[in-house]
């Protein structure tokens, strides 16, 4: 085994061992908790060390780099997950890859999406990302506006929409991200109510490594982390 292989390993144990035992604490089993491996900083071999591992579920924020490792990983059973903000020009690369967007973020993005993907009559899921931390330079819906997009989403064929993302502040504390995702967890409650009967909210992304264990906690169904399981590997 190599240093790469046997380091990752590690991580993955400990940061696995850390979603059960949130989960746990939410009176959740750790298979109600999807860990995204946000591969995003490390490269295809790296990659090809989770997969081997047995963590298929791979993330990555930017368009280029996952059409890269997607292509260097045709020869393996992988799930993507774009967790970035996909500009609407790279929609059409990027949805043959997908199993889940995490971040939609417009009614015009997800136009683009359901047009394109009606080409090929393909199915696409995806989240809407809400800004939860307020910061204006974060993207995502208000949690004011989710109501009547949610009303909107009815007149798309290809996209279903199967849940919520959020990102806590970058500057907040561990409170701060408990109490963020929680408005995201009680937010997704209250739609619940107003719901068509074509989308679903039962997904929750969010948590990253270092708020994972509370966004668990909070409810989360998806989390997507990067460094934790990179620690102790020098580029
Ligand atoms: C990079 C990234 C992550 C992972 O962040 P870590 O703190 O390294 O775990 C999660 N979500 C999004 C949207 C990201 O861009």
């Not at 490390?42 to 993330?59: F, I, T």
């Not at 009547?148 to 849940?163: A, D, F, N, P």
Request: hydrophobic share 40%; proline share 3%; aromatic share 4%.
């Amino acid at each position: 085994m190599t240093h790469l292989h046997s380091c990752i390993a590690d991580n993955l144990d400990r940061v696995r061992e850390r979603i059960a035992a949130a989960a746990a604490r939410s009176g959740r089993d750790a298979s109600a908790v999807t860990l995204v491996a946000v591969s995003k900083y490390v490269d295809v071999d790296a990659a090809r060390a989770l997969l081997d591992l047995g963590c298929k579920d791979l993330g990555e924020s930017r368009p280029q780099e996952l059409w890269r490792k997607a292509e260097a990983l045709v020869d393996q059973y992988v799930r993507w997950h774009f967790i970035g903000n996909l500009q609407r020009n790279k929609v059409r690369r990027t949805l043959p890859h997908l199993t889940l967007l995490h971040a939609c973020d417009s009614l015009r993005l997800l136009d683009e999406i359901d047009r394109i993907a009606g080409e090929t009559a393909s199915e696409v899921k995806a989240l809407l990302e809400v800004n939860i931390s307020g910061d204006a330079s974060k993207h995502g819906f208000r949690p004011a506006e989710m109501p009547s997009v949610i009303e909107s989403l009815t007149g798309y064929k290809q996209v279903q929409v199967r849940g919520l993302m959020g990102m806590a502040s970058l500057d907040g504390t561990i409170d701060d991200a408990r109490r963020e995702f929680e408005s995201l967890r009680l937010l997704r409650d209250r739609l619940l109510n107003e719901l068509p009967p074509e989308v679903e909210l039962k997904e929750l992304s969010m948590g990253m490594s270092g708020d994972f264990e509370v966004a668990i906690e909070e409810g989360a169904t998806m989390v997507r982390v990067g460094s934790a399981l990179f620690e102790g590997l020098e580029a």
